[in-house]
């Protein structure tokens, strides 16, 4: 079976698909979309969170056919300039993603597709969010290397920055 995929605002045609790959599988290997990160496969860690439908969703467990008639953002959606609220020219890293890297927020990198999404998530819904509201939003994304205090920092300095206070 075949079928297309909107994804960051690009329609990409899905070939000889088997019904049962999840979203997560077509992104990374039918799609060349490697920024979601396969860790659990259950929909535990965060790692592979995507927006579908203004919804965040672990897209390891979405079947990619029952997203066919969706809207899909990924990591690489929120530094590609098309459909970004920061208003940052196309290539550029989002706000979201330049915190992180001037806070320090990012080791080994594994978790950090999923956070970026997730903050990205949060702050287009509540760009005021206190840090409970943070970490309540972020509460599924697993993180083994940072201990969340600079994740933590970086929402903080995205506000800041957003609210017009510049930040850190």
Same mark, same amino acid.
């Given at each position: 079976? !075949? ?13 000889? !698909? ?7 599988? @077509? ?10 990160? =396969? ?10 969170? &995507? %927006?579908?439908?203004?919804?965040? &969703?672990?897209? $390891?467990? @979405?079947? !990619?056919? /029952?997203?066919?008639?969706? /809207? ?22 989002? /706000?979201?993603? %330049? ?6 927020? @990012? ?17 287009? #819904?509540?760009? /005021? !969010? ?10 599924? =994304?697993?993180? #083994? $290397?940072?201990?969340?205090? #600079?994740?933590?920092?970086? @929402?903080?300095? &995205? %506000?800041?920055? #957003? ?6």
């Amino acid at each position: 079976m !075949a079928y297309d995929l909107t994804i960051n605002d690009r329609t990409h045609s899905v070939p000889s !698909a088997w019904l049962g790959e999840s979203l997560l599988y @077509v992104l990374r290997e039918r799609l060349g979309m490697p920024g979601s990160k =396969n860790a659990c496969d259950q929909g535990e860690c965060g790692s592979c969170s &995507v %927006q579908l439908d203004g919804q965040l &969703v672990c897209s $390891c467990c @979405v079947l !990619a056919a /029952d997203a066919a008639d969706g /809207d899909i953002r990924t990591v690489e959606g929120v530094a590609s300039g098309s459909g970004r609220r920061d208003g940052a020219p196309e290539g550029e890293l989002s /706000d979201v993603q %330049q915190a992180f890297l001037d806070e320090g927020a @990012v080791q080994c990198g594994f978790c950090i597709p999923g956070l970026i999404v997730s903050v990205h998530d949060l702050l287009d #819904r509540v760009p /005021d !969010a206190d840090e409970l509201t943070v970490r309540e939003a972020i509460s599924g =994304n697993l993180c #083994r $290397c940072t201990g969340y205090g #600079r994740i933590l920092e970086a @929402v903080a300095t &995205v %506000q800041s920055r #957003r609210a017009g206070g510049g930040g850190s």
